[in-house]
């Protein structure tokens, strides 16, 4: 969508954020009035001092006046620092408040939302959009209120002075003005491309630096560089219109000005020669600073109009995210302090995309402490289950409940408290490996993570890194290996308590010696409590209590391990005889 000249409404909303600064605002309001006047004040004594001081040869009066220019001076300096100091500091402030809300707001969104949303567009709109609506108020909006008063200040001072001269700088005024509406316009739609390849080029090279690995197995350096270098090119376009406008529109701009000048003088010149007394020596002086005061900020306006254009665009772009209703609706109003973990799924359906659906009308029940396995082939919607049962997606149809109640009338705190996963790819954060067992609960100390970590048989493993729990495994964990990522979330859940856990894919892809203390590990957390256990190698699985199959998003079979080994052609015993028979006669 094309983003108006100026938009109201978003400016409107903007302004809201500033209610809790109320006082500040209104002061740096008052100190753009106090500095138009104190700047325009400067020229006016100058007048004075030529043509009542200088001219009579008024030594005394000639001080007087030199030191009241230089107090008038002062105070103008006085006004631009608080002016500049609190409007950047209002900026800042609101700003703040914006991108908390934001980020409060991302917090609630579904899973759905970050299964479409570009994260590096998410990074764009969170950090560089945010801080570009701080410049409305530090290069925008004040800055143009404290011109136009400026502007409007020397008007009544130049028209107070010498009307005649005045009215040729009036008359050349429009002109620069119609020059500057063109800037503006033209700026306008450059700068919403800027921020377009911005958006681009930061969803492209996250992208590219998250999945380095997949690049670089791939030989893909050279195409993906030449992607970038394409995306890149786009960029520096967009921005080199912004360049080219503002080399045409600055020089036409100081052109108009020196004209203007130019007559002003010429004009005041013969009118003195001729010995019109309406014209006087100290009109001249003061108005080549007026014309300044007058053009200068005219010209500006557009720069910093632009600078406002470039946060209204900014502000509706993150607007758009914190008008975005996609969250789990949070109106449950039970809080059970503790599950029992009885979980019955009754002819639930549910799609990722309008009309395909992924899980065909399920019933599954899940006693309290049993641990039930789901198997299956890629795709069968075994990982579906567990997004569905922490609500982090919506079922179109059927009921999901826990302890009796449907998971709708628990709240999402309450449910997500209480069920803890383990994911096969394990996401750590770049921190200590004490902070990302704990996630910065500070209700949880490090002896009782020490403690836990030796009960699950981990404690030996952290000690053998260099800093031990305080070993900081860098973004995503890269410091670690697969199995050692594995084992810090398997103790990260059994920190957390649940009384449901669920292991998805936990074992996979990780070496004998991790898998064995992983088997030792969930054998520890798992009991006592309601355990789902996801899983593509078998062996993992055979002791559960229950063992349910799936097949496009169906359950075809589930009974215990010997009960479904023991159908002949079952689906079961198919990946069975694949995975044990067939590995036992090549050993």
């Keep these: 969508m094309k983003a108006k000249a100026f938009d109201t409404l978003v400016f409107k909303r903007i302004l809201k954020y500033t209610k809790p600064y109320q006082w500040r605002f209104n002061s740096v309001i008052g100190f753009a009035i106090s500095l138009s006047v104190f700047a325009a004040l400067r020229p006016y004594l100058l007048k004075q001092t030529v043509d009542g001081y200088i001219k009579t040869h008024d030594s005394h009066g000639l001080l007087l006046y030199i030191t009241l220019m230089g107090v008038v001076l002062l105070l103008e300096v006085f006004s631009q620092f608080y002016f500049v100091l609190w409007a950047n500091w209002l900026g800042q402030d609101i700003v703040k408040d914006i991108r908390v809300k934001l980020f409060q707001h991302m ?47 020397v008007l009544i001072f130049m028209f107070y002075m010498n009307w005649k001269l005045t009215w040729i700088v009036i008359v050349a005024m429009p002109v620069l003005v119609f020059f500057t509406r063109i800037f503006q316009r033209k700026m306008q739609v450059a700068f919403e491309d800027v921020r377009n390849q911005v958006a681009h080029m930061n969803t492209f090279v996250q992208e590219r630096v998250t999945g380095m690995k997949i690049v670089q197995l791939f030989n893909r350096e050279a195409i993906e560089a030449e992607k970038f270098s394409e995306i890149n090119d786009k960029h520096r376009k967009a921005w080199i219109k912004t360049i080219l406008y503002n080399s045409i529109f600055f020089p036409i701009a100081d052109i108009i000005s020196s004209l203007t000048l130019g007559f002003v003088v010429l004009y005041g010149g013969i009118n003195i020669l001729h010995g019109d007394h309406f014209t006087t020596f100290g009109d001249l002086f003061s108005y080549t600073m007026f014309i300044g005061m007058l053009f200068n900020p005219l010209r500006q306006i557009a ?58 009308g399920i019933s599954l029940e899940v006693k309290a402490g049993e641990t039930v396995a789901i198997v299956g082939s890629t795709g069968a919607g075994k990982s579906t289950i567990i997004n569905l049962l922490n609500r982090f997606y919506e079922i179109n149809s059927g009921t999901i409940c826990i302890d009796g109640n449907s998971i709708k009338e628990y709240s999402l705190s309450s449910i997500r408290k209480q069920i803890a996963v383990v994911l096969q790819d394990v996401f750590l954060f770049a921190d200590t490996i004490l902070n990302n ?12 993570v020490i403690t836990a970590a030796k009960k699950i048989g981990v404690h030996e493993f952290i000690m053998s890194l260099p800093d031990n729990y305080d070993y900081n495994v860098k973004e995503r964990g890269v410091m670690l290996s697969s199995g050692q990522r594995q084992l810090i979330a398997f103790l990260r859940a059994y920190m957390s308590n649940p009384s449901i856990l669920i292991l998805d894919e936990a ?53 215990s391990h010997l009960e479904l080994v023991g159908k002949e052609n079952g689906y079961y015993k198919k990946l069975y005889d694949s995975q044990f028979v067939v590995e036992g006669i090549v050993e």
């Design 107 to 153: 917090l609630s969104f579904k899973m759905k939302y970050y299964d479409n949303a570009p994260v590096g567009q998410l990074v764009t709109r969170s950090v560089s959009d945010i801080e570009q609506i701080a410049k409305i108020f530090s290069q925008g909006l004040f800055m143009i209120l404290s011109d136009l008063m400026k502007m409007f200040v």
């Design 303 to 360: 720069d910093k109009f632009n600078e406002m254009q470039m946060g209204m665009i900014a502000a509706n772009r993150v607007f758009d995210i914190i008008d975005t209703q996609d969250q789990i609706q949070d109106t449950g109003t039970i809080e059970a302090p503790k599950f029992e973990g009885n979980i019955l799924f009754n002819n639930v359906h549910f799609s990722y995309i309008d009309d395909e659906e992924i899980i065909k």
């Design 437 to 448: 067992i704990t996630l910065h609960d500070s209700d949880i100390t490090k002896e009782e």
């Design 507 to 559: 074992t996979s892809s990780i070496d004998t010696h991790s898998e064995e203390l992983i088997q030792k590990a969930t054998e520890t957390i798992t009991q006592g409590r309601t355990s789902i256990v996801i899983a593509h190698r078998l062996a993992t699985i055979i002791n559960a209590d229950k063992i349910v199959v799936m097949d496009k998003g169906l359950i075809v079979e589930q009974g």
